[in-house]
């Protein structure tokens, strides 16, 4: 039995265990391919500051799918967008990992991060369950462009980050088309600019901060 306290009393159980707790996996680490090699202290700096973008990132993806799933009109998207958390959580254990491995911190700034995804997962989604798909749909594109850039950048001698961001980069592919699959509407170009904007602001400070 539900009852209209369930989505508020999950919505704060999500935000505890991912700003305060250390997340658990329910999948293994991916396993590069090839061995990594010896790292710079220059390439060690730049892989953890990537990882510590996209570890921000996966804070946000917990953000958003909690507060899309409190306030989704329909119970099976609802189940959908918490089960998409629940994946989520392996990509934000697989990043804090490579941080740890790399000698580098979480991004301070992470509850700040997390309220405010929350808030633009209560916007999105009480505007509908095919806008709010579509705010997912959209989100995990630009999400997936992200990590390709980042395959880019990693050092080539960071094959367990490389491993992991491949890994995150087919899951995220794979979310926005279970979004569009359930009936994402398309969200208008201004309102993808604006995603844009606010991915650049946030990996720009995220990077360092």
């Known amino acids: ?9 999950t919505a704060a159980d999500s935000a505890l265990r991912t700003l305060f707790a250390r997340p658990h996996a329910t999948r293994a680490s991916p396993v590069p391919a090839q061995p990594g090699g010896e790292l710079s202290d220059t390439e060690r700096r730049e892989a953890g500051a990537l990882m510590r973008v996209n570890h921000v990132g996966e ?5 958003l799918y909690t507060a899309q799933a409190a306030v ?3 119970p099976l998207l609802r189940a959908q967008l918490l089960e998409a958390a629940h994946e989520e959580t392996d990509h934000l254990a697989w990043t804090r990992e490579r941080l740890d491995a790399l000698g580098a911190r979480p991004s301070m700034l992470n509850p700040l991060w997390y309220a405010g995804a929350f808030g633009l997962g209560l916007v999105a989604g009480r505007l509908g369950d095919p806008l709010s798909l579509g705010f997912v749909a959209e989100t995990e594109r630009q999400v997936e462009a992200h990590l390709d ?16 961001v491949e890994q995150m980069k087919a899951d995220e592919a794979r979310h926005a088309d ?3 699959a359930a009936g994402a509407a398309e969200l208008p170009p201004p309102a993808k600019s604006l995603m844009r904007v606010a991915s650049r602001v946030m990996t720009t400070v995220a990077h360092r901060i």
């Open 149 to 164: 850039s980042h395959l880019d950048r990693l050092p080539p001698a960071d094959s367990a980050s490389r491993a992991v």
């Open 72 to 74: 989704a009109r329909d």
């Open 178 to 180: 279970n979004a569009v």
């Open 1 to 9: 039995m539900t009852t209209s306290l369930d989505p508020l009393l």
């Open 59 to 63: 804070v946000c993806a917990q953000a």
